[in-house]
C-alpha cells in the first residue's frame, strides 16, 4: 500500500495541511529547505494511506519552531497512539489524566495534540 506524505501545520488550529509529498524524506527536505508560507511555524509531516496513519516530528535543527522535544532525526508515532492519548488528556477519570499528563511524550503536548485534531479525525470534547 503507498503512502503520500503532506507537511502538517500546528501553528494553525486545526492544522493545516499543505503540499503533497511522494516519501517521508521529501516531506522533511521542504520543511529543512524551508517553507515560505509558514516561517517559523510548528511543522510536522503526516503519512496518509487515508486516513493519517503516522505523523513525524522533524530533526531539532530544521524545526523552524522552538519546542519542548530535541531529536536529530524524524521521530514518527502512531496515529493511533495519538488518538488515545488525545483521548486520556480529555478524561474526566482523575487517574487516566494524571497518566497521560505524567507520560514521555515531548513532541506531543496538549496543544500540538489538539490542533491535530482534525487530522486524527477525533471530535472537539
Same mark, same amino acid.
Given at each position: 500500500?503507498s503512502?503520500t506524505?503532506?507537511?502538517?501545520?500546528?501553528?494553525h488550529?486545526?492544522?493545516?495541511?499543505e503540499?503533497?509529498?511522494a516519501?517521508?524524506g521529501?516531506?522533511?527536505a521542504?520543511i529543512a529547505e524551508?517553507?515560505?508560507?509558514?516561517?517559523g511555524?510548528?511543522?510536522m509531516?503526516g503519512r496518509y494511506?487515508?486516513p493519517?496513519?503516522?505523523?513525524?516530528?522533524?530533526?531539532?535543527?530544521?524545526?523552524?519552531?522552538?519546542?519542548?522535544?530535541?531529536?536529530? *532525526?524524524a521521530?514518527w508515532?502512531?496515529?493511533t497512539?495519538l488518538?488515545?492519548?488525545l *483521548?486520556?488528556?480529555q478524561?474526566?477519570?482523575?487517574d487516566?489524566?494524571?497518566?497521560?499528563?505524567d507520560?514521555r511524550?515531548t513532541?506531543?503536548?496538549?496543544?500540538r495534540l489538539?490542533?491535530?485534531?482534525?487530522?486524527l479525525?477525533?471530535?472537539?470534547?
Open positions: 500500500m503512502s506524505y503532506r507537511v502538517l501545520c500546528l501553528s488550529d486545526p492544522a493545516t495541511a503540499g503533497e509529498y516519501t517521508a521529501e516531506a522533511l521542504a524551508g517553507m515560505p508560507a509558514h516561517p511555524c510548528d511543522l509531516v494511506s487515508y493519517l496513519v503516522e505523523v513525524g516530528c522533524p530533526p531539532t535543527k530544521h524545526q523552524p519552531a522552538s519546542l519542548a522535544c530535541t531529536h536529530s *532525526a521521530a508515532t502512531d496515529s497512539w488518538r488515545l492519548l *483521548a486520556a488528556l478524561s474526566s477519570d482523575l487516566v489524566l494524571a497518566a497521560a499528563v507520560g511524550h513532541c506531543f503536548p496538549w496543544v489538539h490542533r491535530l485534531r482534525a487530522e479525525g477525533v471530535e472537539e470534547g
